[in-house]
């Protein structure tokens, strides 16, 4: 009798060393399409699905799952595929495969993105050297210890930022009251809004049962109230104390980074890539990181987080980096065969 799939456990898993046992190319692509799915993603609805082709895979947005409210232009939405994009091409070149990119952008029903997926000798080495991130990857909500980061880990990290200038941008030290500030006012403002409340509560969901959106544990709610919090959201302004919680967060973390890129859709793919590879490169380090995004949501003080930054770019993203405890419970995913078409 097969397992029961528990959506908070069942996709993280599965032994990567079944890959080995699959004789037919589909089969070996909807098993790289297990890493795809554990990709981070706004509010984690998930919102791609796959069709897997002689070449390779088509990746699509699925747009029922978007967020109007929190994300009207379906910004983040869009940097989330490119991050399970990311995660598909990393679990490729680990297994053999050199993957060949090509970005669509897409109008609303086709193909964002094609990956051919060709066997070879040399795969992509730092792509591959990323493979054991993929499944201990959680962005993680808790306060950090706002220590250093050693010194081989953040050479990594400048590493990385150095390949992608114009994405990634550290917030200077002197800077970081000034952004928690920021993430505070904008906390307040979005949780006064009852159209808001509204949507994010129904991304909400008790620790277990549900296979997208957000788990109430992830949010640092206890168990026994978890059941309550969409409730709670959706009647209660708590800007107030996310006001004060985020500006915590903020605070202790040892780096902030600002994700920017212009606002067209092959851009915003472009950035979710990167910015998966950054999230990989953190875990490898042994770091954690969340994303503090209230200003970005804001577009009367999207432009301010832009001048932090110092960027002509568009912001797109907020990270904070530093060292935690690790997440025991990862956040829900939706079965392969409901992403598959």
Known sequence: ??????????PWSFDDDDFHELESPREQIEFLLRYAVLAPSGHNQQPWSFQITQQGVEVFADYTRRLPVIDPANREMTMSLGAAI?????AAAHFGFESTLLFHGGDGTGAVATIALRETSCPDAGMKGLFSAIKRRHTNRTPFDGQSVEPEALATLLDLVDRYPETFHVVFR???QRAADLIAFADQLLMADDV??????ACVHPANGADDGLAADTLGIPAPLGGAASFVLRHFDLGALQARQDRDLTMSATALLIVTADDDSISLLQAGEALEYLLLTITQAGLQYSF?????????LRDRVEMLAGSKRRAQLIVRIGHGQAVTRPSPRRPLEAVVV
């Open 196 to 201: 808001y409340r509204r949507e994010l509560a």
């Open 1 to 10: 009798m097969p397992e029961q799939y528990d959506p908070r456990t069942t």
């Open 292 to 300: 503090l995004n209230a200003p970005i949501q804001r577009a009367d």
């Open 86 to 90: 990311a995660n598909l091409r990393v």
């Open 174 to 176: 002197q800077d970081k």
